[in-house]
């Protein structure tokens, strides 16, 4: 029986891979076919989807991206045994944009039945949990912290040292948390690792709580992800019912259990305390620090925090050894990172890779540059209130350091492209906007500056003569210092560097564009 790969994800969904299913089935009882149909995940190629791939002679043979008026060739071209057509891309595996990638977080996303247990298993899984029963929790910590781990949900804070706060602080009883509120702009890889490989996510929570001695783990998860959720609701009772969650683990002495809490939509609950604040169900707003959620987290507990990848990085450390997963990056940028291209771009979806590459080389290499074919104009990285980059500054190096020295931050690692059109003006005043209607209303800099900000760069827009905005500029570049220095959390703090770097690069083409006036006049 042919074997027929089809992803359950929301990006194959929104381009109708059910239409194409049932084409698929209607054509199959045509023929009198027997047909195996599977749900993978996705392979992150969101250009390609709904990717369609046939199992044949051993090999995954690809065609993409398929509609449902497709269907009736790919039967003519007896694509079932590998057949000729428009839409074949051939063996995944020799696709260039998948050969070129080094994938170790998402290895299985895509090649496995996302909900098999039986699948996660032939992939490796569950082998960092298997290591992890047999260990003492300070070994497992401190693999952690030789892996070179940092959080890669933005603020890139070593993973082991978190742990170990955790771990060594005194309490009757502690948390596992996963931030899977993934709201910034342009990010996707915690959704698709979430839809295409929950039983990763499930396993690195398990790690962690058997490392800092919790019981109880919950993911928050935006609520903007329906299908997500119905997946993971799935993984959970299927995890349990195989005697991964709950009590006595795999015949352990170890406990521990997951429980799924749907965000109710709000920006501000991706930082870590007012995540925190709405998990014990009150307004999602941020808290003081000290104390840190390390030591005084959930319900007063000490918290382990981390987002999806940094938990689902944690099993193949485990498993294959600290030193492998640290033999990839450079300096103190370690492992691979799941970069998310989407925006202006030609070949959109996530690429992972080790630390090091160029922004050039990810947007040119992979991502086939433009969709426009017009030159870019800038880059937004790290999220909506990630720095702009120019067309002149693509040869920075990927990595936390050399971000932070060119004055921007990986985040996430979402990408968004934007051709020369862009109007970089008006995406500093989206960048104000954004902060004055997400910010959670606790601190004033961040409450008022953010509509301040947007009111001057209104005026700014306005201004019937650009040479009489000085002072204009002078008062954002106050509001700035002011949400910088004195917001409560990374809302207000980081809104500045998104404005600062699109007003930057706005003043510098069009002080060129004036100087070629005057040269040409």
Known sequence: MTKIYLPRETTA???????????IRKEATKHDLELQIIRNGSRGAAWLEPLLEIE?????????????????????????HAGEHELKLGAIDDIPWFKQQQRLTFKRSGNTEALSIDDYRKFNGFAGLEKAL????????????????????????????????????????????????????????????????????????????IAVGAELGFIYLRSEYPLTKLILEEALIKAREAGYLGNKIQGSDYNFDIRLHIGAG???????????????????QVRFKPPLPALEGLYGKPTVVNN????????LILSKGADYYANFGQGKSLG?????????????????????????????DFGGGTY??????????????????????????????????????????????????????????????????????????????????????????????????????????????????????????????????????HQLSTSTVNYREEADQ
């Open 308 to 315: 999806v990848i940094t938990f689902a990085s944690v099993p």
């Open 134 to 209: 047999k260990s003492d929790k300070q070994e497992i910590i401190q693999t952690v912290l030789d892996s070179g781990l940092r959080g890669r949900g933005g603020a890139a804070f070593p993973t082991g040292i978190k742990w170990q706060t955790v771990a060594d602080a005194d309490a009757d009883c502690k948390y596992i948390v996963c931030n899977a509120d993934e709201g910034d702009s342009g990010t996707f890889s915690d959704r698709l690792l979430m839809e295409g490989d929950p039983y990763c996510l499930i396993e690195g929570m398990l790690i962690a709580g």
């Open 372 to 505: 426009s074919g017009k030159p870019i104009g800038a880059v937004q990285v790290g999220g909506p209130l990630g720095a702009y980059f120019s067309g002149d500054q693509l040869d920075t190096s990927l990595d936390y350091e050399s971000f932070s020295a060119a004055g921007g931050m990986l985040g996430h690692g979402g990408i968004v492209v934007f051709d020369e059109t862009v109007d970089l003006l008006k995406q500093a005043r989206f960048a104000m906007e954004f902060c004055a209607i997400e910010s959670c209303g606790k601190c004033t800099p961040c409450r008022i500056g953010s509509v301040r900000g947007v009111e001057v760069i209104d005026q700014i827009l306005d201004a019937q003569d650009p040479s009489d905005t000085g002072h204009h500029y002078e008062l954002l570049e106050d509001l700035c210092a002011t949400l910088e220095d004195a917001s409560l959390c990374a809302m207000g703090g980081l809104t500045p560097m998104p404005v600062r770097s699109a007003v930057k690069l």
């Open 266 to 284: 709000a920006y501000i609950c991706g930082e870590e305390t007012s995540l925190l604040e709405s998990l014990e169900g009150k307004r999602g």
């Open 56 to 80: 044949y002679e051993g090999k995954r043979i690809a065609y993409g991206p398929i509609r449902a008026a497709d269907i009736n060739s790919l039967f003519k071209a007896d694509f079932l």
């Open 336 to 364: 691979t990172m799941p970069f998310q291209l989407s925006g202006n771009i030609k070949h959109g979806g996530l690429v992972e890779l080790p630390f090091g590459l160029t922004l050039r080389e990810l947007i040119e």
């Open 13 to 23: 969904l929104s381009l109708h891979v059910e239409e194409v299913i049932l084409a």
